[in-house]
C-alpha cells in the first residue's frame, strides 16, 4: 500500500505542478478515489477549516489590492530596489520577504520579480543570485505571515498543545530572517559576473544602469484609498494575534450555563472577513472590483488547489501511518530529525501548508514534543528541493540572461544552495530559540 500510495501522490503532484492553476485540487481528488477503489482506504476529512481561513485571507487580499494596497507596497519595493541597484543582491530578499509576510502568500512575488530581474542586468550583476534568494524569501516570509494557510495550520496544530500566535512568531520571525540573512551572505561571496556571452551581445548596456535605475522613493504617491487599506489589514492582522494571545479578549457566550468561548479556528476568519468588509466600506470599493484582481484569482486557484493537494497527502498518511511510525522509530528516532522527514515529504508534496497538514498529526503520534515541531517547521519551505514550484519557473523564464536554471542532473539548480542555506539555518535558529523563549 505505501509504495503504490506513494506513486499516486508523486504522479498527482507532478502533473498538477505541470498543468498549474487548479489541477492540482482536481489531480488531488483522483488521488483520493484511487485510494478507495485500488487500495480500499478509507479518505482522511477535507480540510475544510483551512480553506475556510483562506477564504477569508483571499478576500481581504483581494480587498487590498482593488484599493490599490498591493500595487503601492510593489511601487514602494520596486523603488528601494532601484535606489540601490548596485546592492540588489542584498536588499531584493529582504523585500520580497517583507511583501510576502504582508501579503501571506508567496505568489506576491510574480510582480517584483520581473523588476529584479530587469535591474539585475542593467547593472551587470548575474540574474540567478538575486532572483533564487528572492524566491526563497517569498517562501519563508509567506510561512512567517500571521495571515498565511501555512500558519493558519501551523497555528491550528500548536495552539492545542498550549502554544500561543505570539511564541509562534517569536521563533519563526526571526529564524526565517536570520536564515535568509546566512543564505544572502553566502550567495553574494559566488561569482557575479554576467555570461560572457550575454555581456558581448548587449554591449554596454549590460553593465550601465539607465536612468529608470534611480527611481526616488519619494515618487511614490499612493492614493489615501490605498494607505487606508493596508493600515486596516496591518490592524486586522495585530487583532488576530492579540485575541488568540490574550483570552480576555475573546467573544464568549454561554450554552447550558457554561461560558464557551470563541474557538480559536474561528478568530482568523472572521477578523479578516470584517476587514474586507471594512476595507470595502470605508475605501469605497466596488465589490465586483475585488474578484477581478490578480492577487484574488491566484488566491483562490491557490486555495482550491490546497483543498485537493491536502485532502490526498493526509490520506496517504493516514493509510499508512503504521509503517511510516515503525519506519521513522528505527532510523528517525531522534526528534530534531523530524525536521528532515518535513523536507522530504514538502519537495515530494510541492506544497508547504499540506505538509503541515499531512505531517504535524504523524510527529503529535510519535510524541514529539510542540516545541520541536515548532522549530522543525521552517522545513515544510523545502518545496525548492525538485524545481517545479511555480515562482521557481517565473524567475527561470524571467532571466532572459540563461543564468537561473535547472542544471542537467535536475537536482542541481539555482535554487538549491541558497534554499537549504535558509532551511537548515532557520532550523538550527528555531531550536536555539525555542530553548530559550519556550523553556522545559
Known amino acids: 500500500m505505501l509504495f503504490i500510495g506513494l506513486v499516486i501522490l508523486l504522479l498527482a503532484s507532478f502533473l498538477g505542478s505541470r498543468f498549474q492553476g487548479i489541477s492540482l485540487s482536481m489531480l488531488g481528488g483522483l488521488g483520493v478515489l484511487l485510494f478507495m477503489l485500488i487500495l480500499d482506504a478509507a479518505p482522511a476529512d477535507p480540510p475544510f477549516q483551512v480553506v475556510l481561513c483562506i477564504a477569508a485571507v483571499v478576500g481581504a487580499v483581494g480587498a487590498i489590492e482593488a484599493a490599490g494596497g498591493l500595487g503601492y507596497l510593489v511601487q514602494l519595493a520596486e523603488a528601494l530596489i532601484r535606489k540601490h541597484p548596485h546592492r540588489i543582491i542584498y536588499i531584493s530578499p529582504m523585500v520580497t520577504y517583507a511583501i510576502t509576510f504582508l501579503a501571506g502568500t508567496n505568489h506576491i512575488a510574480y510582480s517584483i520579480l520581473p523588476v529584479i530581474a530587469e535591474v539585475s542586468k542593467e547593472v551587470g550583476i548575474r540574474p540567478e543570485r538575486p532572483l533564487s534568494l528572492s524566491v526563497i524569501a517569498a517562501l519563508h516570509g509567506a510561512l512567517a505571515s500571521p495571515i498565511s494557510s501555512i500558519m493558519v495550520i501551523l497555528g491550528g496544530f500548536l495552539s492545542v498543545a498550549g502554544i500561543e500566535m505570539v511564541t509562534i512568531f517569536k521563533i519563526l520571525i526571526p529564524s526565517t530572517m536570520g536564515s535568509l540573512v546566512l543564505a544572502t551572505l553566502v550567495v553574494s561571496q559566488l561569482s557575479k559576473k554576467m555570461p560572457d556571452a550575454f555581456c558581448a551581445m548587449v554591449g554596454a548596456k549590460a553593465v550601465h544602469p539607465t536612468p529608470a535605475a534611480t527611481i526616488p522613493l519619494g515618487s511614490v504617491q499612493p492614493g489615501k484609498n490605498a494607505k487606508l487599506s493596508i493600515l486596516l489589514f496591518l490592524l486586522g492582522s495585530v487583532l488576530i494575534v492579540l485575541v488568540d494571545s490574550i483570552k480576555g479578549l475573546r467573544p464568549s457566550w454561554e ?186
Request: proline share 5%; charged share 5%; with cysteine.
Open 255 to 440: 450554552v447550558n450555563g457554561v461560558k464557551v468561548m470563541l474557538p480559536t479556528a474561528f478568530i482568523l476568519p472572521l477578523v479578516m472577513l470584517s476587514t474586507a468588509a471594512l476595507i470595502m466600506v470605508l475605501c469605497r470599493i466596488p465589490a465586483k472590483s475585488i474578484t477581478k484582481g490578480k492577487a484574488f484569482t491566484a488566491g483562490a486557484q491557490g486555495m482550491f488547489s490546497l483543498l485537493g493537494v491536502a485532502w490526498l497527502s493526509s490520506t496517504f498518511v493516514q493509510c499508512n501511518k503504521s509503517v511510516l511510525l515503525q519506519f521513522i522509530s528505527e532510523h528517525l528516532s531522534a526528534p530534531w530529525q523530524f525536521s528532515i522527514i518535513l523536507m522530504l515529504m514538502s519537495s515530494i508534496m510541492g506544497s508547504s501548508a499540506a505538509t503541515i497538514k499531512a505531517m504535524f498529526p504523524l510527529g503529535i503520534a510519535l510524541g514529539i514534543s510542540p516545541k520541536i515541531l515548532l522549530a522543525s517547521a521552517v522545513a515544510v519551505n523545502a518545496v525548492f528541493i525538485i524545481p517545479i514550484y511555480p515562482t521557481m519557473l517565473a524567475a527561470i523564464n524571467l532571466d532572459t540572461t540563461g543564468t537561473t536554471r535547472i542544471g542537467k542532473y535536475l537536482f542541481n539548480h539555482s535554487f538549491m544552495l541558497p534554499g537549504l542555506i535558509a532551511i537548515v539555518g532557520a532550523v538550527g535558529l528555531g531550536f536555539l530559540l525555542v530553548s530559550i523563549v519556550i523553556p522545559i
